[in-house]
């Protein structure tokens, strides 16, 4: 490893980058943390059927490589790439291996081609994490800048990747069921309000759209940006649709929706 810390500053590490699972900042630290360790210039997580055939997903990416490369190399690779990755039949042949590491001449050329020199990338390991019938790849890379990775780097990921794994797979759950939970209130709001109920069938149709904003937690100017309407509009239909309501604040709207929705 690149330096010795004592347990209670990596202990608070790790606390750190727990508490940081779901948030925007959460793949940065889990970047420069991992650096700490061992030098690593991109890491990539898909999520893979262990069929292959029912494809692959794109967790998320993070690292040195610049944004748009980045996404572009990891969606050919969930599209098909990863059906043509030596590392993923490796791990479907062996529950056992955990960490895996194999030479360049087992890539095939147009593999190499494609997720190695396109990107100045030289080394890759893996960390494989199984449940079920899925597979979850970590690829760790090293970029040409600092060399292939050594036994001793081999060694120290060993060690850290199952930890940095769970980490970011947590992350990416988290993240998700935020997005979908997202999407289901939203699905829920636009039903309530579209639907011709007795409390909303007496807005307009602005002002269901204007009282749906707001139902979804946007604040005037968001309302203004979505709908292309003036501030003042957006100002004067929340004011129609309180009247009607015969309400005077937000909190009064979410409590009619809870007995609309009731």
């Known amino acids: 490893m690149k330096e010795k810390l004592d347990w209670r500053a990596f202990a608070n590490r790790l606390t750190d980058l727990a508490k940081a699972e779901g948030t925007n900042r959460f793949l940065n630290q889990a970047f420069l943390f991992l650096n700490d360790f ?14 292959k055939v029912s494809g692959a997903e794109h967790l998320c990416t993070f690292g040195t490589l610049k944004p748009d490369l980045a996404e572009l190399l990891a969606e050919d690779y969930a599209a098909k790439g990863f059906k043509n990755d030596p590392m993923v039949q490796t791990a479907l042949l062996s529950s056992s291996i955990r960490v895996r590491r194999l030479p360049r001449s087992q890539y095939s050329r147009s593999y190499q ?5 396109k990107a100045n990338l030289i080394d890759k390991i893996t960390s494989i994490h199984s449940s079920k019938n899925v597979l979850f790849l970590v690829h760790f890379y090293r970029a040409e800048g ?10 120290d990921l060993e060690r850290l990747a199952p930890i940095i794994g ?3 797979l947590r992350h990416a ?5 935020k997005e979908n939970l997202g999407d289901v209130y939203e699905q ?9 109920t007795q409390i909303f069938s007496q ?13 979804l937690g946007k604040e005037e100017k968001g309302i203004a940006n979505t709908l292309g309407i003036a501030l003042n509009t957006v100002i004067t239909h929340r004011r129609r649709l309180y009247r009607k309501f015969e309400i005077g604040s937000k909190a009064e709207l979410f409590q009619l929706a809870l007995i609309a929705q009731s």
Request: aromatic share 10%.
């Open 38 to 51: 061992v030098t690593v210039d991109s890491c990539a997580v898909f999520k893979v059927a262990a069929d």
């Open 113 to 117: 081609s494609q997720y190695f020199k």
């Open 146 to 155: 600092h060399g292939k990775f050594t036994d001793g780097d081999f060694r």
């Open 166 to 168: 769970r980490f970011v």
């Open 173 to 177: 759950r988290l993240t998700q069921s």
């Open 188 to 196: 829920k709001v636009t039903q309530l309000v579209e639907d011709n």
């Open 203 to 215: 807005l307009t149709e602005r002002e269901r759209q204007v009282c749906k904003e707001i139902l």
